[in-house]
């Protein structure tokens, strides 16, 4: 295949799935196969590390909440910075999809950030004797929900406005590149202050039978997460274009 | 188009002079912020010569956000923005004109209210020049992140919180490393080489933010 076919395949692609009603249509098959292959994961991986994992040899049992906690941060980092590139993509094609992917993703991201930053800090009550430490980490973690929800607050001011869409992408790209210089900030000035008496890079390293079900958590999170933000998307794209003809006929047909 | 640069100085310069209100504003929050503060300690305490470098930096940056969102509005309301758009000398040069003048606002104030806060708050600084360093530096970062959300919330409406919270977060590398420089400043025998950080982040934020702050200004303008 030469390069001229390829980019003009890639085109058609991207604009094929850029179109709402298409994107609409396509997607419902992955949102199934999202869903269902995410929820499997994170079934089997909560299972396995409840109830088959062995306990940890310094912490017992109460180190079994890292398979909510590590999947949650994780895909929590990855969407905001998801969120930055559709932001971006809206902001230079004014493409309307990629908008409501970023309205999704933040959203879930923001839940994402929420859900690690509360198992963080019940997990540091046995551990570490408190339930919140200035650390360069759990720090850095909150001001990524900061950027989540100042981007969602934005979007609250008028949800159906084109001025507010441009603005909301605006920050969250800023936010994108704001992101690593706040992070080693965040870390020199811990570093600086508090010696690294508590911290996560000096957890032992974990045996197979544990991190098996971690990394099947991982995954399982990342795709459950985008099932939803398939939907949401999907939620968003029906709602903007609920006056057109091919919502109407979808209507008719009984298909929605 | 230099003869046209030259007449958009004039008139930043001569606004600069005549606009009190700005310079006003910005120095009363900053005394009241610190007379607020020290009121809730205990005067025999010496907790509050502790919070000092953290204080400081946190008025300005709060003080900053706040009129920050009123530089680009009455330029914005009278239609200079709109000529601004149009006219045929790069847009981003002359925000790096505005922001320019916007900074040397905020440098006077601080000129007003630093020595004041040293006889207010009894800080005597072990090596001076670096802590008026720090807030000349720290200042010129904090021009170019507000104006970039300053532009952005001429777009929202007069919503002043939402902008706060909105860059609050976008500013805490300076309230970290500005706090950071200013206790080295009051302790002779600290390492001060965070500064070399602080001007790091403020030449790659002159470079960029002239240009950022023009496409939000274009896109706030479609």
Known sequence: ?256 | MFKRLGNVLKREILLSSRQFGFTAQLFIFLVIGIVLFAMGFNQASDAIRESVPALLWFLILLATTLVASSWFRDDYDNGWLAQWVMCDIPLSLLILVKQFFAWIQVLVTLILFIPLSNIMLNIEYEKPLLAYASFAIGTAILVQITSVTAVLSLLIGRSSVLHSIVTLPLTIPVLIFGAEINRAALDASSNANVVWFLMAIAAFVWSIGPWTTATALRMSLE
């Not at chain 1, 869903?35 to 299972?47: D, E, H, N, V």
């Not at chain 1, 230079?92 to 839940?111: E, F, P, Q």
């Not at chain 1, 398939?230 to 709602?239: A, D, E, P, S």
Request: with cysteine; glycine share 8%.
């Open chain 1, 1 to 256: 295949m030469n390069q001229a076919t390829f980019s003009s395949r890639f085109k058609r692609w991207f604009h094929q799935w850029g179109s709402p009603e298409s994107f609409f249509v396509k997607s419902r098959f992955w949102e199934i196969i999202f869903g269902l292959f995410g929820a499997a994961l994170l079934l089997m991986s909560w299972t396995w590390g409840l109830f088959f994992a062995p306990p940890d040899y310094l912490q017992g049992d109460s180190f079994r909440i890292i398979y909510i906690h590590v999947p949650t941060a994780s895909a929590a980092l990855t969407f905001y910075f998801l969120m930055g590139i559709s932001s971006a993509i809206f902001l230079i094609w004014r493409m309307k999809l990629a908008d409501h992917a970023a309205a999704s993703l933040c959203i879930v991201g923001g839940t994402l950030t929420t859900i690690s930053l509360i198992t963080g800090s019940i997990w540091g009550k046995p551990t570490w004797g408190t339930y919140w430490q200035w650390d360069a980490r759990l720090t850095s973690m909150l001001i990524l929900l900061l950027l989540f929800l100042g981007v969602a607050m934005i979007r609250q001011v008028q949800s159906n406005s084109d001025r507010i869409r441009t603005v909301a992408c605006f920050i969250a790209v800023i936010g994108m590149i704001n992101l690593p210089i706040i992070k080693y900030s965040v870390e020199w000035w811990n570093t600086l202050h508090q010696p690294a008496t508590l911290s996560l890079s000096e957890k032992p390293k974990m045996h197979i039978s544990m991190l098996i079900p971690l990394l099947m958590g991982i995954t399982g999170m990342y795709f459950f997460s985008g099932y939803l933000v398939i939907r949401q998307t999907r939620y968003h794209v029906l709602k903007s274009c609920r006056r057109q003809g091919w919502v109407k006929r979808l209507v008719k047909n009984g298909a929605l």
